[in-house]
């Protein structure tokens, strides 16, 4: 097994610092999310302090529903010297739109399911080609066709 200096680490020691797995490692460098590394004479891959600061930059971006382009911009953008917050800005308020459209779609999609089991019982009997429960339910406005209840 090769051995790092102090200051550097392995492919598996930065994937255990940071959370991800080597393949991850791999395909951000792929991708040009990750520099290519320093390697040992023996061809093994090897890491600084600075690759582990931007792998965690690339989780956290990650964890507020960043893609991989975007941060890929973010990082071309710092690189460059230029500040990236307006970017950020701009795509993270594009992004909780997206995200208010999902949750009300998600809402509404809640709303459907929950009209369908009001009426379940009531249709159990009905002739239907494949299942009454879908087919005489009309998504949208919470009511199911036929159905007759109390």
Known sequence: MPVATA???LIGELADAV????K????YEEIGLLPPPDRT??????YGTEDVARLRFIRRAQQLDLRLDEIGEILALRERG???CGYVRDVAEQRLADLDERIAEMKAARDDLAALLEFADDLADTPADFCALIEHHNPG???TAN????
């Open 41 to 46: 004479a023996s061809g093994y891959r090897v």
């Open 82 to 84: 230029e500040a990236p």
């Open 24 to 27: 991850t490692i791999r395909y």
């Open 141 to 143: 406005d919470g009511r």
């Open 19 to 22: 959370g991800v797995n080597a």
């Open 147 to 150: 159905a007759h209840h109390a």
């Open 7 to 9: 200051s550097e680490l």
